[in-house]
């Protein structure tokens, strides 16, 4: 074995490659005459790293070519000679975990430190045993151990520290060799299986590979030591190239790993060339991913690369790039879960194999591009399906899709709603029927999802545009994910279809692909172990924070630190040595302060993160400075996401006010003209998966069964229903009954809101039997207003629906009409804040008079604004369409039903209050002609529906635009 050593001043993927080409004789001329590294293997750590070194050799032999020379991973090269059984995949080990679980109950339930009785039933917590041994599994591989191994070896740190695990682990052996015999019944062996057989009798490499290369290895697996000696031993040539000078020869071991010892405690180097300068430290992650992203497209110079050391960075970081017009991208690893091709298969797995199709995945499914092109709507055809499905949503709350579409009728539909629901159920029948038709239970899963998707993709074809090579290499993910779902022992579970589609669900989440990206200007992020391999001339090293930098595993239920540096296993010491080795590489390969340290001091949720220790290796006169440095003050910065102005949707300069104002949009206007705008104006629908009532559906409730007890009144004429013991008998017996039959196929949280409104309601009874006793009788419910009517005392046309109008008999009432409206508020007191502000002094409230002010809009006591102008409008409009009938006198009240008897109740609207509000009505109805839809009201109503718009909110992103600044001198001129 040779050991050579590098220029540690040159980056490792140069200097490598020079070796490799240069005075090192590696090079061959083939018989065909061309130039030859292909007998040459070089290890490497990812594929990435792979690709970098390939790619440097042949920049070296540019207009010539060459044959690169061959990469490999460390784990390629632990394979076993004699390969009896194979391999078992993912999903093989999964589904035979579960047969051998259930075929072993007895053997699996006595393993009583392992395995919980009462859990073993459960499909769930079988996965989640299998995860634990898998992890276990995975740690032990590193030195080639296996589960069995370990009471003997560990018998001293046991004995010392762990006392009465010993048990534990016997049962670990114990599961592990019947497992594992299990699956050689099936000719299967665990992956660890063999790399444990590799250690006694490695396979050869290729005859035609001569050399194996071993370039600065920092964290190969150990059992790869035990597997080179072997192919030393069968003649192959085995060189060590050390990134370092001579002189620190002894701080690395004979196949170049660092030494522990030499690279922590008393004996851990200094790291000189990282100065305070070279360490941005920022208030949070918003802050530090603009600063990154600044400091990347800064001017013209060339990208460095970029390492997002803490993963949970990267939403903000891309975001970040976003904004400057760069795209982030990772080449090494998609999830095939994230792209939409991998959610179609998600949606298709959830509802395989189901006796009742499952509303919320069937909905997901339906909501799909291409299931929607494949079901040949486009334009307005595809927004008409879209609503009809929310429609269905709002109005049902299911939990289930109803066997052939088949929804209980609802009265309460209108009839323009009524056609898009039955559109989308025309078309979800359709979706229905294909799901049905392509379903076999001989053919299982996969076939069935292949079925399907055939059909989605039967009209797509490939352009060659953007997106389509991600969509060819997620097919590709697909395609293999399939094929792993197909093997015998995959094809044994239950055809009742859970156990497959909870085995499927588990192989998608794990599936991934690589992907290059499409435009030459994408950021590519790189790992931490291959940016030794980065041919970039700087570095930014984003996330720096201890506990991602030295990784570190803490508190592991069974192998913790102790037990794994006894077992020879990399421990947390082995791991700080390499990762300050892999620090000193990227700052001894690169010019000074062009490898940058990024921090933060706490995350968006504001939680803490810590400097990596890492950043301690200075000088012991400078600590005192760099501690001050990283732990001093930082100009805090707002937190939840990067400021992206030209992502925001272009806003008109104009937008055609309407014919007719519904007083509920004059509400939302009034309460935020910028919500009016996107919900009015542009049309913009959010959409919510609900699956429960909200608050709107609870009210919608409510007025079903006023609007039905109403009904039931006024064909009662005068001898209306005043006592409170009948009315409730009404409810019990009539009205609640018509409304479980809507929700006869609703979850149990809908059940037992259904069950808080009908408490309600039964206090409601004696509401109105007190307002009955005073003379008070229903004459109108869901009276409706007609557009078309001008109304004295306003400027604009109305529509809507009255609650209810109610009469007084007694004589001599002064105000004999009263106009009701229904509201399911919890408390009396919560019309402050629905209906009007507060007075109280409050930075809130005076929020609300400045806006109050901006506007022209009255004060009521120069203190409190009015937020709806419902019921005054509605009073003006009534009295405006009978003028012969006493409509003008009246009073209006606000029906509250509170959450017990003693907010539920009546609350009156005073005249003053009244007069401000139809005053207020007026002049948002002229704001609104006028197109004046800034600034965003006080109460921030956009973010309950639009949030997802924003990053900072509106007042950022947009608040110092010409569009906004334009809307601003139109208040400012109306006010002038």
């Not at 594929?47 to 032999?61: D, E, H, I, T, Y």
């Not at 519904?662 to 104006?681: E, H, M, Q, R």
């Not at 919510?688 to 709107?696: H, I, M, Q, T, V």
């Amino acid at each position: 074995m040779e050991t050579v050593y590098l220029n540690p001043s040159g980056k490792l993927v140069d200097e490598t490659a020079d070796w490799l080409c240069g005075t090192s004789g590696r090079v061959r001329v083939t018989r065909e005459g061309a130039a030859s590294l292909d007998h040459v293997m070089v290890v490497v750590p990812t594929a990435q790293s792979g690709r970098s070194l390939r790619l440097a050799v042949a920049r070296r032999f540019e207009g010539r070519g060459v044959i690169p020379p061959r990469t490999a991973f460390p784990a390629e090269l632990v394979v076993p000679r004699r390969q009896t059984l194979r391999e078992a995949g993912e999903a093989e080990i999964a589904a035979a975990f579960q047969q051998y679980a259930k075929a072993n109950a007895q053997t699996m339930l006595s393993l009583d430190r392992l395995v919980r009785k009462e859990e073993f039933d459960d499909l769930t917590a079988r996965f989640a045993l299998l995860d634990q041994l898998e992890d276990i599994w995975r740690i032990l591989a590193g030195r080639g151990l296996l589960m069995q191994d370990v009471p003997e070896l560990g018998k001293e740190v046991f004995a010392e520290d762990i006392g009465d695990e010993m048990e534990r682990w016997e049962q670990l052996a114990l599961l592990e060799k019947s497992f594992f015999g299990y699956l050689e019944t099936l000719g299967l062996a665990y992956p660890t299986k063999l790399i444990h057989d590799a250690k006694g009798e490695a396979a050869i490499v290729p005859d035609e590979v001569e050399e194996i290369v071993l370039p600065a290895l920092a964290d190969p697996i150990r059992v790869l030591e035990d597997v080179l000696r072997q192919q030393i031993a069968a003649g192959k040539k085995v060189t060590v190239l050390l990134h370092a000078d001579p002189a620190d020869g002894a701080m690395f071991d004979e196949w170049g790993r660092p030494r522990t010892e030499r690279w922590t405690g008393d004996r851990r180097p200094v790291l000189s060339r990282l100065s305070d300068a070279d360490i941005v430290l920022s208030a949070n992650y918003t802050s530090l991913a603009r600063t990154v992203a600044d400091d990347m497209v800064r001017g013209d110079a060339r990208l460095p690369e970029l390492a997002l050391c803490d993963g949970s960075l990267y939403d903000c970081v891309a975001g970040a790039f976003l904004a400057r017009g760069y795209v982030v991208h990772n080449p090494e690893r998609h999830l095939l879960a994230q792209s939409s091709l991998g959610r179609m298969i998600r949606g298709l797995i959830s509802v395989y194999g189901r006796d009742v199709m499952p509303w919320k995945e069937f909905a997901q499914l339906f909501r799909s591009d291409d299931v929607l092109n494949a079901l040949g709507l486009s334009g307005g055809d595809r927004a008409r399906a879209l609503e009809g499905l929310d429609i269905a949503q709002n109005a049902y709350v299911p939990t289930n899709v109803p066997p052939g579409f088949a929804f209980p009728p609802d009265v309460e539909m209108r009839r323009r709603d009524m056609d898009k629901f039955d559109f989308f159920c025309e078309k979800g029948r359709e979706l229905e029927r294909a799901l049905s038709e392509a379903e076999n239970a001989e053919t299982g899963l996969p076939d069935f999802i292949r079925r399907m998707l055939k059909k989605v993709f039967a009209r797509r074809r490939l352009s060659g545009g953007a997106g389509e090579k991600e969509f060819t290499a997620a097919a590709g993910a697909a395609r293999e994910f399939l094929n792993a779902l197909e093997g015998e022992v995959v094809r044994s579970l239950p055809a009742d279809g859970r156990e497959m589609r909870a085995l499927a669900l588990r192989g998608l989440d794990a599936a991934c692909y690589s992907l290059e990206p499409d435009s030459p200007d994408a950021v590519k992020t790189a790992g931490w172990l291959e940016l030794a391999w980065s041919p970039a001339d700087g570095v930014a090293l984003a996330g720096f924070h201890e506990g991602c930098v030295p990784d570190s595993v803490v508190g592991h239920p069974f192998l913790p630190d102790r037990l794994r540096k006894g077992l020879g296993l990399v421990s947390n010491d082995d791991r700080l040595a390499r990762d300050t080795w892999l620090l000193r590489e990227l700052l001894a390969s690169h010019a000074r302060s062009t490898v940058r340290v990024y921090v933060a001091r706490t995350d968006d949720d504001g939680d803490i993160c810590r400097p990596s220790r890492l950043l301690y290796l200075c000088a012991d006169d400078e600590l005192p400075a760099r501690v001050e440095h990283l732990f001093g003050d930082v100009r805090e910065e707002r937190g939840g996401g990067v400021k992206m102005v030209d992502w925001f949707p272009r806003l008109p300069d104009r937008v055609e006010p309407p014919a007719h104002f519904s007083p509920s949009a004059i509400d939302a206007y009034v309460n935020c003209p910028f919500t009016y705008l996107l919900k009015y104006g542009l049309g913009m629908k959010p959409y919510r998966e609900k699956r429960e009532l909200e608050a709107n559906d609870f009210g919608t409730l409510a007025h079903a069964a006023l609007r039905m007890y109403a009904e039931s009144q006024i064909a009662m004429g005068d001898g209306q229903l005043t006592e409170a013991g009948d009315i409730r008998r009404l409810f019990a017996e009539e009205i609640f009954p018509c409304i479980r039959r809507k929700y006869a196929g609703a979850a149990l949280n809908v059940d037992l809101q259904l069950r808080s409104l009908e408490g309600r309601l039964l206090l409601f009874a004696d509401v109105q039997a007190s307002w009955a006793a005073q003379g008070w009788r229903i004459r109108m419910t869901e009276r409706e207003i007609a557009p078309s009517l001008d109304v004295p005392g306003l400027n604009f046309r109305a529509r809507g629906f009255i609650d209810r109008v109610d009469e007084n008999i007694s004589p001599g009432c002064e105000k004999p009409w009263c106009v009701i409206d229904y509201k399911t508020w919890d408390r009396k007191s919560d019309v402050t804040g629905h209906v009007y502000t507060s007075s109280a002094n409050t930075d809130k409230n005076r929020k609300h008079v400045e806006f109050a002010r901006r506007f022209g809009y009255p004060l009521v006591g120069d203190k409190r604004r009015m937020l709806s102008v419902q019921l005054p409008v509605y009073g003006k409009c009534l009295a405006a369409s009978e003028p012969r009938a006493p409509f003008a006198a009246q009073k209006f009240q606000y029906l509250i039903l509170g959450k017990n008897a003693g907010e539920t109740g009546l609350v009156e609207l005073k005249d003053e209050e009244a007069d401000a509000s139809l005053a207020t009505a007026r002049i948002a109805a002229d704001c609104i002609r006028a197109n004046v839809f800034w600034p965003p009201g006080p109460a921030e109503d956009w973010k309950r529906d639009f949030g997802g718009l924003f990053v900072s909110g509106p007042e950022e992103d947009i608040g110092g635009s010409e569009w906004a600044a334009a809307h601003c001198a139109k208040t400012e001129d109306g006010r002038d």
